[in-house]
């Protein structure tokens, strides 16, 4: 093979990392191209439908099958009892809360097993040859229920009166996580100046993907093998859960992937019983089964969020200095604990309580609380938001308490000395706190302000203008798994263990690999969410997939050119050391071979440098554990007419620190998503069970999502501190907006209403909520 001569090595292109290019995966998407569960069918496949509890809470005494076996087209109806004859397992939740006194885990199993504790619990799945046969069979099961009484909400849980949901957990209680140091806190209020108390809640959500779930079970009798294909996040981690805890089976007997996935949020990351029974399903019958989810069985059925009833406690002393924070939180967890539902209120919390401030004695005490509810889990920040969401309502009470502008109470005691060590024991790496708070003061024209709030006044309205900081703990699950193969149409495959739903990795992870090898960005081609074709990873969530797919792809990289160089070096003649390489080619003094021609040369199984079959390709593993730490200060201005209770949003300025933008314009696009959840958290979103554990707000029709009418059009400004944490120096974006808004959109409405003397609401602040606020506070009585 001769080496290509100079003249032929391709020329310098301009970087990738830094431009903002469209999506490379948007032609697909937007032509129809895109490929969803529903768009795979299966040959030969059944459809299920789970029979689910109209109770909250009550005995199954029966189960009479015999109609629904009878309804054309049905195959099977499957019970809790053939689960268990057949050895399928429960649904684990094996996270760890060393913190936590007596985690207590009660069994899920896929399908109730002699009681239901929610509306919606799977009680039979139904299988049949079409999915309105199945739907028939359903209907057509007779369930016998004893009716016991139900505990909706935390309090209700933990009354002495509530009753028992599980008998392993006397008083409802799941766990009880203490951290931080509880003499420290006590000793600081004691000589404390001044002491803000604050009791708020952080209201239920649904996640409301555009793609509800969806799975497809199919089971090979000959080897005993499972192959899931859902629409979720997380295929390792369920693989590893499906073979262990559910079927105990080694783990290369289960293959899960999913293909293009509409929207996650979080709760598609987590094993949920409909994936367990198309499996079971499949493997009694002989045939594939797939289940869909409507749009109201995903509001009774998939894993929800935040839900938490907090008091919190901050000290300051006559300066103004923070010298104690204490928080008590009461975390619904619904009727099972979910994959990773304990973890969200306590150890994702706590890793940014406190958020951007110098607080030096932190405690938090979480009580997580069994109730008659569909189970809680992670959602976009998982954690993150309910810490900020309380540091920063208690920041502006306590302005106003000392007659201070909230914004100089935040610069007296924002961080600004790194790396910085909290009380909770995280080690914030570096930011430029101070810089993003002045930059949002500024775009917000804060100086301007009382201008246009008495212009409003002479409207008739009321003007508010808030302001908070975020700071978010970036990592997710740490380590990660990514190789990289040339392939032999000429296409280069990324391999990375983290996966895109949505989020533009197709585009992003093409952009390092470009810069970094040399090549066009189009040659790349992404490998993901196949547990057959990427053997490790950790999956999606915490805002990790630049950061610990980024890197794990980088050391790939590295890898991958190590191996090249002793090919090129081969074919050149001449040592490895000797070798430059840059803009796709390996030059030595005496010639120049591009890593297209050493990708050739590496199929030769005769080639001294380790040339084969798989040609030039690697995968490695990184053990990186470090987290980010995304931070900024956001601005809203909103306007509320007294006389309906309506808040608009009249503005919102984002000033954000993510590290290095691989991609500015879909860095642009997560933020404002994530600020559209957060505002729609802050004056729209709320999940209402009535106190029999009905769920009201069980559809679109009584939930609301935020629309583009609700929102302003978003002013994102980036001040970013490259991070040391991993090689590309990025922090992650895809949960800031929603760790953001919810603070900054109630820090204006409050300011806006502060003149009729409220200081305080619970979100959603709807207009009904804040006319009887205004109502009650004019002594007009309440409606």
């Known amino acids: ?52 509890s109209p109770l909250a809470h009550g005995l199954i005494l029966s189960i009479d099958v015999a109609a629904a076996l009878a309804t054309a087209g049905v195959v099977a109806v499957l019970t809790e009892a053939d689960l268990a004859a057949d050895g399928v397992g429960d649904l684990p939740c094996d996270v760890e809360l060393p913190e936590a006194a007596s985690l207590r885990v009660p069994p899920r199993p896929a399908l109730a097993r002699g009681r239901v504790r ?86 239920r959500l649904v996640a409301a993907p555009l793609e509800p779930r969806a799975a497809v079970g199919r089971h090979d009798p000959a080897s005993g093998a499972f192959d899931l294909l859902l629409s979720g996040q997380g295929v390792h981690e369920m693989r590893r859960q499906l073979a262990g805890s559910v079927f105990a089976l080694p783990e290369d007997a289960v293959h899960v992937s999913a293909p293009d996935v509409g929207g996650g949020f979080g709760p598609k ?64 967890m619904g009727a099972y604990l979910s994959a990773l539902g304990p973890l969200v209120p306590t150890a994702a919390a706590a890793s940014a309580m406190g958020g951007v401030y110098a607080i030096p004695a932190i405690s938090v005490v ?20 309910e810490a900020n969401y309380l540091v920063e309502r208690l920041v502006d009470i306590a302005a106003r308490r000392l007659g201070m502008p909230p914004l100089e109470l935040r610069r007296r005691n924002i961080l600004s000395v790194f790396p910085h060590r909290g009380a909770l024991g995280v080690a914030v790496e570096r930011g430029a706190f101070a810089a993003t708070l002045d930059a ?57 263990g983290t996966q895109s739903n949505g989020q533009g990795h197709e585009t992003s992870f093409a952009q390092v690999a470009a810069d970094r090898l040399g090549l066009p960005v189009e040659r790349f081609r992404l490998v993901q969410a196949d547990t057959r074709r990427v053997p490790r990873g950790k999956g999606h969530g915490g805002a990790r997939s630049l950061h610990q797919g980024g890197a794990a792809l980088v050391e790939a990289i590295e890898t991958l050119l190590d191996r090249a160089r002793a090919i090129a070096a081969q074919l050149l003649q001449c040592e490895g050391a000797a070798l430059r390489f840059a803009d796709g080619a390996f030059a030595a003094p005496g010639g120049s071979v591009t890593l297209d021609a050493v990708a050739e040369a590496a199929r030769d199984p005769e080639l001294a440098a380790g040339g084969g079959r798989d040609g030039l390709a690697v995968l490695v593993d990184t053990a990186l554990d470090a987290i980010t730490f995304p931070n900024g200060c956001h601005a809203a201005e909103i306007e509320v007419d007294p006389e309906t209770g309506r808040a608009t949003l009249e ?23 994530g600020l559209a959840q957060g505002i729609g958290q802050a004056l729209f979103e709320h999940t209402v069970y009535d106190a029999a554990g009905q769920l009201l707000s069980a559809s679109f029709m009584d939930y609301q999502l935020p629309r583009a009418a609700d929102l302003p059009g978003f002013e994102l400004a980036s001040l ?47 207009p009904a909520r804040i006319w009887r606020a205004i109502r009650a506070k004019q002594g007009a009585g309440t409606a």
């Open 118 to 203: 929610h509306v919606g619990d799977p009680v039979a799945f139904v299988v049949a040859t079409t999915r309105e046969a199945a739907q028939d069979g359903a209907e057509a099961v007779a369930v016998a229920y004893e009716h016991l009484p139900a505990a909706v909400g935390v309090e209700a849980a933990l009354s002495p009166e509530a009753p028992r949901i599980w008998d392993e957990a006397p008083g409802n209680l799941a766990f009880l996580d203490r951290r931080g140091d509880a003499e420290a806190v006590a000793a600081a209020m004691a000589r404390a100046e001044t002491v803000v108390d604050l009791t708020l809640d952080n209201n």
């Open 440 to 496: 949002a003061a500024a775009r917000a024209d804060a100086a301007g302000f009382p201008e246009r709030r008495a212009e409003a006044a002479r409207r008739g309205r009321l003007r508010g203008l808030g302001f908070a900081c975020y700071l978010e703990t970036a990592r997710g699950r740490p380590g990660e798994c990514a190789g990289l193969r040339f392939e032999r149409d000429g296409s280069v495959s990324l391999l990375v």
């Open 269 to 332: 990351n987590v094993l949920h019983p409909e994936y367990v029974l198309v499996l079971a399903a499949a493997r009694r019958l002989g045939r594939p089964v797939r289940w869909t989810s409507s749009r109201s069985e995903d509001f009774l059925t998939s894993a929800q969020a935040r839900d938490n009833r907090t008091r919190a406690r901050l000290g300051l002393d006559r300066d103004g200095r923070f010298l104690a924070l204490e928080v008590e939180t009461a975390a619904d």
């Open 720 to 766: 970013p501190v490259p991070s040391h944490a991993n090689p590309l120096g990025v922090k992650g974006a895809g949960q800031a907006g929603a760790i953001a808004a919810p603070q900054t959109v109630m820090n204006a409405l409050i300011d806006a209403l502060a003149p009729l003397g409220i200081d305080h609401l619970d979100m959603p602040a709807t």
């Open 366 to 385: 979480v009580r997580g609380v069994f109730t008659n509810t569909v189970p809680v889990d992670a959602y976009r920040g998982a954690g993150k938001p």
């Open 651 to 673: 503005r919102y300025v984002a000033v954000d620190d993510f590290g290095t933008l691989v991609n500015p314009l879909l860095v642009a696009g997560q933020v404002h998503g």
């Open 1 to 52: 093979m001769t080496p290509d001569e100079d003249a032929t090595r391709p020329a310098a292109r301009p970087p990738e990392v830094g431009r903002p290019r469209p999506r490379l995966e948007d032609g697909r998407f937007l032509t129809g191209q895109g490929r969803y569960i529903d768009d795979m069918p299966v040959a030969g496949e059944l459809f299920g439908c789970a029979v689910r």
